[in-house]
């Protein structure tokens, strides 16, 4: 293998959006007309992952219908690569997502989504499914917007005009540095759009541990100020 493009494939935890975002092309499941999309990978224990931006996951769908695919590497190399695709497990889908998360220096939250395995076989935690499906789609938005999970999680509670500050836990100095670094940043309409239509309002991703749904959750129009008034500073 080419020594460029050993080095793309080798992303880490100092590794760039730009560096883990690629292109793929898969054959449509039903029309088997070759399809090219740009996509995110990860590298974790040896091994690469995909995810893909919020919405329809048609690429997936191409991918369990047929295999193999092509990988465009266009960040300091281009080259075309040749690869299968292998479904993963629930096991081995929350284990890479916690990585994800450990990578974006969030090991707190990566406990959270280890810990749900121990509830695999109660089932009143089904729903926490759902919650695993909103973190996966929400860790490339956050990429392609340049920003650690906890900066977008933090914008987005400020951005809501029924909320008067964010109230911060870091356990570590590390950590209150750097939820502290997040605190000027603003979600202009079009991530905030986005969030919108991975969690839209008045959906519960854990409804199983919610009584109430407030008006100011689930009206739109409700749920942002002005885009002025968004920084937490």
Sequence with gaps: MDDTVARALAIGPDSSPAERTIDITTLGARTGIPRRIEIWFHRVDGRWY???????????????ANPRFTVHLKHG?????????VPV????????ITAILDLQNRPEIAARVARRQEFDDSPQYFSD???????EQLVPLAEKAGLPMAHLAMAFAIAHPGVTSAILGPRTMEQLDDLLAGADVILDDEILDRIDEIAPPG?????????????????????RRPIAERSAA
């Design 50 to 64: 995909l995810s893909g931006m919020p919405g329809p996951r048609s690429w997936y769908a191409n991918l369990r």
């Design 77 to 85: 190399v281009r080259a075309d690569l040749p690869a299968t695709a």
């Design 203 to 223: 959906t519960d991703a854990g409804p199983n541990q919610a009584a109430y749904t407030p008006p100011a959750i689930s009206d739109v129009n409700l749920r």
């Design 89 to 96: 497990d629930e096991p081995t889908r929350r284990r890479v």
């Design 129 to 135: 499914e759902r919650k695993l499906d909103v973190v």
